[in-house]
C-alpha cells in the first residue's frame, strides 16, 4: 500500500490526502528545499562604524556570497568598489569581498547600490562612495571539495563630508561552515 493510502484524511481520495500532507510539510519547514534558505550564515559584527551581515545563498542555479554593509552613523558612506587599490592621493579604502576554503570567486562583485561621490571638508579630493542606507555586496561563487568551511575578507570603510573618515578595515574575515550539498 502506497503512503497515501496511509495517511489519516478521512473522506479524501489517496492524490488528495498526499497533496494535504506534502503542503503541511511545506508550510512547517520539515521538507527539504534546493534553494530554501541559506546555504551558510556568518555571526553578525560590527567595525569601523559599519555593521555587517554575510552569507551564502544559492539562487538562479548559483551560489553568491551576499554581504550587507550599513554605517552606523548619519552622513557616512561606504567607499565603492570603483575606489582605486591605493585610494585617491592615498585616501580611502575601496571596498572589497574575497573568499577562502571552500568558496572561490566565480565573477566579480558587485552591487545595486547607487554610487556618488563625497568630498570631505578639509581634503581636496573627491571620493566614490555609495548612497546613505545599506549596501549589499554580491559575489557569485563556487563550492570546491574538500571542506566544508569557508571564509569571507572583507576590507570597507565609510567617510562623511562633515565628519571626516572612519578607521578603514582590512580583510576582516567572517568564517562560515556550508549546508551539505545534495
Given at each position: ?27 512547517t ?19 569601523g ?73 578639509g ?53 562560515l ?6
Amino acid at each position: 500500500m502506497g503512503i497515501a493510502a496511509r495517511l489519516p484524511v478521512i473522506g479524501a481520495n489517496p492524490c488528495v490526502a498526499l497533496t494535504l500532507a506534502i503542503s503541511a510539510l511545506l508550510l512547517t519547514g520539515c521538507a527539504h528545499e534546493q534553494n530554501g534558505g541559506p546555504a551558510a550564515v556568518g555571526a553578525p559584527f560590527s567595525d569601523g562604524g559599519v555593521a555587517v551581515s554575510v552569507r551564502v545563498e544559492s539562487h538562479e542555479g548559483g551560489l553568491w556570497v551576499r554581504a550587507d554593509l550599513r554605517p552606523e552613523r548619519d552622513g557616512f558612506h561606504v567607499y565603492s568598489l570603483t575606489l582605486p587599490d591605493g585610494g585617491v592621493d592615498g585616501i580611502g579604502i575601496p571596498t572589497r569581498i574575497r573568499t577562502e576554503g571552500a568558496l572561490r570567486p566565480a565573477g566579480p562583485a558587485t552591487t545595486d547600490a547607487r554610487e556618488r561621490v563625497v568630498r570631505p571638508e578639509g581634503l581636496d579630493v573627491r571620493l566614490p562612495v555609495y548612497e546613505d542606507g545599506r549596501v549589499t555586496l554580491e559575489l557569485p561563487v563556487r563550492r570546491v571539495g574538500g571542506t566544508d568551511r569557508a571564509e569571507v575578507l572583507l576590507s570597507y570603510g565609510a567617510c562623511s563630508e562633515r565628519d571626516g573618515c572612519l578607521a578603514p578595515v582590512r580583510d576582516r574575515a567572517v568564517a562560515l561552515t556550508l549546508r551539505p550539498t545534495d
